[in-house]
């Protein structure tokens, strides 16, 4: 059993649920985020059963299950390159001197160099994650028990030349399109949870608020990497106006 989870709140007192405006997103509730999995979170495991209590309280058809898919050979990927290790950050500056014929991409990569310049000098920098949520495997899929409470899955991060942390838009600032679908249907105020805290579910909050939704972002419900991880994301949060609440709070409109 892990550490519990901080309470952390910037609001008090009942969140109360209507069917007409408001949306849940539960980010990356997959087996690749346990500890065990590919690129397992502690405490991961234990939010499964309190968040399909949560999302039973959403309208069905406004319970979106967000899932993280890559293929082999995408650029956010450590064997998609030749010689480094998992975790490693590889930058523009490094690559930049790269040629067609000297540089540490893995020949099954299905990106090009020109690809992973161009992606690189608008992000900055890419970690090398170690393979996890790999397409075709049984990492790839939401909890079964949150998929079967859900009926909108979305997907990220299957796009091979740029990764994608945010369920809103991919890394290189790219949108794939949630939050229109969203506005469309007439939701203003979303409820976001999930794996982890400091770096997909708290994108995800982020960039719904960029986009003009209320936000709620779930504390008790979205275990993170590191303390300091989860402090600088619940700082970024609150200055970005998303409102830190924990699960108990959610309730159903009388």
């Known amino acids: 059993m892990s550490a519990p989870h901080p309470i952390v709140r910037t609001v008090e007192g009942p969140i109360i649920i209507n069917d007409v405006l408001w949306a849940v997103l539960s980010v990356d509730i997959m087996r690749t ?3 065990g999995g590919g690129l397992g979170v502690q405490g991961g495991h234990e939010i499964v059963l309190p968040g399909l209590r949560m999302i039973r309280k959403f309208s069905r058809e406004f319970r979106y299950a967000l899932m993280d898919i ?7 990927i450590v064997t998609s390159f030749v010689g480094y290790e998992a975790f490693y950050k590889l930058t523009y500056d490094e690559v930049k001197g790269w040629t067609p014929k000297k540089n540490r991409i893995a020949a099954h990569a299905r990106f090009t160099l020109r690809e992973l310049k161009r992606y690189l000098r608008k992000v900055g920098f890419q970690i090398l994650w170690p393979e996890h949520a790999m397409e075709g495997t049984d990492e790839a899929r939401v909890e079964p028990e949150i998929l079967n409470e859900s009926t909108l899955p979305w997907f990220k991060g299957n796009r ?13 600032g ?11 249907r007439g939701i203003r105020k979303i409820v976001v ?20 939704f209320e936000v709620y972002f779930v504390t008790d419900l979205s275990p993170c990497i590191s303390p300091e ?12 106006g998303v409102h830190l609440i924990t699960s108990d709070q959610i309730q159903q409109a009388a």
Not at 234 to 239: N, S
């Open 229 to 240: 991880g989860r402090d600088a994301m619940y700082q970024r949060l609150i200055d970005a």
């Open 70 to 76: 890559h293929a082999p050979g995408s650029v956010s």
């Open 160 to 172: 091979p030349h740029s990764d994608s942390n945010s369920g809103f838009e991919e890394n290189d």
């Open 174 to 184: 790219h949108d794939i399109g949630l939050g229109a679908q969203l506005w469309c």
């Open 33 to 35: 985020f346990m500890m």
């Open 193 to 212: 949870w999930g794996i982890a805290g400091d770096v997909c579910a708290g994108l995800t909050a982020l960039h719904g608020a960029k986009r003009g």
